[in-house]
């Protein structure tokens, strides 16, 4: 059985967690749950960033030509 695709991304998640955190605190540079939080979200970004690259250099030339058309 597949697993089930969450109803909104990992990415909002982490971006709604980290402004909730940030609202109630003080001092957010010493926090390490939100350190730890916004670590997640970067790493999130970077594999989509990635997987993006990866289908763009997987296309090839066609996807380029196609797209300036």
């Known amino acids: 059985m597949a697993k ?3 109803a909104e991304p990992e990415e909002v998640k ?3 967690k980290i402004v909730a955190k940030r609202a109630n605190q003080d001092n957010p540079k010493g926090d390490s749950a939100l350190r730890s939080l916004r670590k997640r979200l970067k790493r ?3 594999k989509r960033r990635a997987l993006a690259q990866r ?3 997987a296309a090839g030339s066609k996807a380029a030509a ?3 058309s």
């Open 55 to 57: 289908k763009k250099q």
């Open 44 to 46: 999130e970004q970077r």
């Open 14 to 16: 982490l971006k709604k």
């Open 66 to 68: 196609t797209a300036s």
């Open 4 to 6: 089930k695709r969450a």
